[in-house]
Nanobody, 121 residues
Framework: QVQLVESGGGLVQAGGSLRLSCAAF????????MGWYRQAPGNQRELVAIIASDGTTVYADSLKGRFTISRDNAKKMLYLQTNSLKPEDTAVYYCYALVQTTIATKGRDYWGKGTLVTVSS
């Protein structure tokens, strides 16, 4: 069993900030890539940012300079610092991780249930 649990979402005014967290639990041998995706009503799920186990990052072009992804490998935690939030950032934010559960098995994708971020104007 592997479980990802997001937290930190909420209601903020435009221009504000939130720090989202994701904790990984369960049978985990190694976590490879981790990331954040988001989905607004009527839209498809889209990439926010990805961070590899060595710290390499990839961001959606429109979010560069406003959002920062980070991870703590020892604590099995993932974070997303969101700054200068805009109403169009309103969405459910999902945590993603590529997890190898044992030394003898291949990695597979896991997803959290999401945390809602609402940005008002």
């Amino acid at each position: 069993q592997v479980q990802l649990v997001e937290s930190g979402g909420g209601l903020v005014q435009a221009g504000g900030s939130l720090r989202l967290s994701c904790a990984a639990f369960g049978t985990i041998f190694r976590i490879n890539d981790m990331g954040w995706y988001r989905q607004a009503p009527g839209n498809q799920r889209e990439l926010v940012a990805i961070i590899a186990s060595d710290g390499t990052t990839v961001y959606a072009d429109s979010l560069k300079g406003r959002f920062t992804i980070s991870r703590d490998n020892a604590k099995k935690m993932l974070y997303l610092q969101t700054n200068s939030l805009k109403p169009e950032d309103t969405a459910v934010y999902y945590c993603y991780a590529l997890v190898q559960t044992t030394i003898a098995t291949k990695g597979r994708d896991y997803w959290g249930k999401g945390t809602l971020v609402t940005v008002s104007s």
